[in-house]
């Protein structure tokens, strides 16, 4: 990183961490909308 650091100070960790949220939503989304299709998908509501 230190070779990048000249050419591009603050790109290499703005990537890693926009990519690091990306990855948090998403796993949160999944996560809560496999909990709610859990609940909502019963007998009942079919």
Do not use: C, H, W, Y
Not at 10 to 36: C, E, H, K, Y
Request: proline share 7%.
């Amino acid at each position: 990183m230190a070779r990048n650091s000249d050419a591009e100070p603050d790109q290499p960790t703005r990537s890693a961490s926009v990519a690091a949220g990306i990855v948090g939503v998403f796993t949160n989304n999944s996560r809560t909308l496999g909990a709610n299709a859990s609940k909502l998908d019963t007998p009942a509501a079919r």
